[in-house]
């Protein structure tokens, strides 16, 4: 089920301590220390020669300026923008004014940190969103009333950003540097602040004060630009902001938002056809997967009330199976009715009565298209009426839909184990799963898993007997890839049959080392699939404690068609993880595995990113915690003229 349907705080569960401390369960949710779709798109980019063309610095443009990045991304548009540090994409924005947002945040355009180094609580320059040059040459304010307007999100279903990180909009003419004329400092937004904030800012002759610096600008210039920076953490894809419709243009006000021109959109992304999984094998597929009814998010940025409803055709429809639903009258109340944190309209759409199943004979892909069309629709952009889905038909299961929000791990000793359960309808082979591992501060390529098997005769359907599991002489470490959004093939040492009708649970158990970090979804919901064990707690399994999907795919067939093991690669920096401490978790004290000398520095950070304990020069082989509050906690450690080291550390009263 997407997670269209539920408004998911994500701001409230990720590294926020007034959650994590004095909780009862081991799993964690975290940041990516990555983006790994822009990861796996720069790699495809270099694979295939694409480079990102800017066009001519000399292009300038003319009014109106309108962007609701609709388009797709990951990148900007390069014929409104100048740079392409700001990600495009669907899947980090809370019900965005429209599909698609403009992601700031702290990794570069190519998915990876600014500063591996940067401390959790830091906050340096990191992205930004530049426009070309505008001609305002000509305008007046008397006359023409120009506003500038956009909306912004802090977090969405990323991190929120800290207290100390800020969004910058910035001003600049051919007399005049970037000048600061609006921000906003960081902040975790908690219900009913979770969803989008209107700005709107007249284009006047005005002195601003910022910083250190006072300007006075004349934005009725041949060469006006606009930008939007972020400061953030820059050792982590963390600390987001989402951007949605930026608009500038003539004879506006205040009270002048886009419920002027008259919009209907979707909200997200298309939704799966099937009823349990987001994707499955082509051998497993029965009349039985496929969803009843599916449900298609919308918004109509119209008007208030008293406007009636958009009276709008939705159309839904399969061209390889000449599949048609619509197209139907559906009526959208307006968005700025129904406030900015609810649910928009949704369209049941009956998936059944008109998609007939036909058994398939290989691996496929099922092309899905859906369309709105409103005959009052504001045609400044076509892009947000129109949703593409390939349903993929393959040799795997997957919950997930591809993408990682965040990053999923458990906070114990070992061994630790993690498991996600699957039903098969035919009896098949299992060959192995895909993964999607992302480490934060800690490189756990040397950490050792054996991938395990499990039935589900455990107390409440638990993971119960091993049916299977690599032997010791075949132990995984968990690896980064070349290939899409990260995954990797770990292929089982020997096949396993799984009976019809079976209800399995794959994954592994961990035998040393700190947690590990799986890739983590937060558009999908698998929670009711996902166990976990640890020494923490007594009591065996237990359920995930938060909504999404973990990035786990086992791979079936009767036959090995499945890619050979993909090429990995390791994470290109040393592993941090030399450094132990125990116990862990701890109370008062905290030891570590060899002392360490003086003129260390020590620091230790809340889940949040606050720094509570700072020593410039500590020495010795423990670490007095008696003053922290029960929680989870980073430590970092700099031996003098050397790197810093982290560890995940729990502190419990």
Request: charged fraction near 10%.
């Amino acid at each position: 089920m997407k997670f269209s349907k539920i408004l998911v705080y994500f701001s409230l569960l990720i590294f926020s301590s007034s959650v994590l401390f004095g909780q009862q369960h081991s799993d964690h949710l975290g940041p990516l220390k990555t983006n790994p779709a822009l990861v796996n798109f720069t790699k495809q980019a270099n694979r295939h020669g694409y480079v990102w063309r800017l066009l001519s610095d000399s292009v300038v443009l003319k009014l109106p300026f309108m962007d609701d990045f609709s388009h797709g991304g990951p990148y900007p548009n390069n014929a409104l923008w100048l740079d392409n540090a700001a990600f495009i994409n669907n899947t980090y924005p809370i019900c965005p004014p429209t599909i698609g947002v403009a992601t700031l945040d702290g990794v570069n355009n190519q998915g990876q940190p600014y500063n591996k180094n940067c401390p959790p609580n830091a906050s340096y320059p990191a992205d930004s969103l530049t426009s070309r040059p505008i001609n305002l040459a000509g305008y007046t304010p008397q006359l023409d009333s120009i506003y500038f307007s956009f909306y912004w999100q802090a977090g969405g279903r990323g991190m929120p950003p800290n207290a100390t990180d800020t969004l910058l909009l910035q001003f600049r003419t051919s007399s005049t540097p970037w000048t600061t004329v609006w921000y906003e400092l960081g902040y975790t937004p908690a219900p009913p602040d979770t969803g989008f904030h209107t700005v709107m800012i007249p284009l006047l002759y005005a002195t601003y004060n910022h910083a250190d610096s006072t300007h006075t600008i004349n934005p009725y210039d041949g060469n006006f630009q606009f930008r939007f920076k972020n400061y953030a953490c820059t050792s982590a894809n963390a600390d987001q902001w989402n951007i949605d419709e930026v608009y500038l243009n003539t004879q506006r006000s205040y009270k002048d938002t886009l419920s002027a021109h008259p919009d209907v959109t979707f909200v997200y992304e298309s939704p799966s056809l099937l009823a349990n999984y987001e994707y499955m094998p082509w051998e497993q597929f029965t009349d039985n997967d496929l969803a009843d009814t599916i449900y298609i998010t919308e918004k109509y940025n119209g008007p208030p009330f008293p406007n009636p409803p958009a009276n709008t055709a939705y159309s839904y429809s399969i061209p390889k199976a000449s599949a048609v639903y619509g197209p139907i009258s559906d009526n959208i109340p307006s968005f700025y009715n129904a406030g900015n944190n609810s649910n928009r309209s949704q369209t049941h759409i009956p998936i059944k009565s008109f998609f007939t199943y036909t058994p398939l004979m290989h691996p496929d892909t099922i092309a899905i298209t859906q369309l709105l069309n409103y005959s009052g629709d504001w045609n400044f952009t076509t892009w947000n009426n129109t949703l593409m889905f390939n349903q993929i038909f393959s040799d795997f299961y997957a919950y997930d839909d591809g993408t990682a929000e965040a990053s999923y791990f458990i906070n114990g000793t070992t061994p630790l184990g993690l498991a996600e359960q699957f039903t098969i309808n035919k009896a098949d082979t299992l060959r192995g799963l895909e993964l999607y591992f992302n480490y934060m501060f800690v490189n756990p390529a040397n950490y050792n898993m054996v991938l395990t098997v499990w039935d589900n005769s455990g107390p409440g359907g638990s993971p119960g007997n091993i049916l299977y599991e690599n032997p010791d002489t075949d132990v995984s470490t968990p690896r980064t890839s070349d290939t899409l959004n990260g995954f990797t093939f770990y292929p089982f040492t020997a096949p396993v049959i799984i009976g019809a009708g079976k209800t399995i649970f794959v994954g592994w158990n961990q035998t040393n080392g700190d947690s590990l970090n799986i890739g983590f979804d937060l558009n999908t919901n698998s929670q009711s699939k996902i166990w976990y064990f640890d020494n923490t707690y007594p009591g065996g399994w237990q359920s995930a404690s938060y909504q999404g999907s973990i990035m786990m795919r086992p791979v079936f067939g009767s036959r090995y068609t499945h890619a050979p093991l993909l090429q990995t690669s390791d994470v290109n920096e040393p592993s941090l993880a030399t450094l132990n401490i125990y116990p862990n978790p701890a109370n008062d004290v905290v030891n570590l595995s060899s002392p360490l000398p003086p003129n260390t520095t020590l620091k230790i950070y809340t889940a949040d990113g606050r720094e509570c304990l700072s020593n410039s020069n500590f020495y010795g082989n423990f670490i007095n915690t008696s003053i922290l509050p029960a929680g989870f906690y980073i430590v970092e450690v700099t031996p003098p003229g050397g790197q810093p080291q982290y560890q995940k550390l729990m502190i419990q009263r």
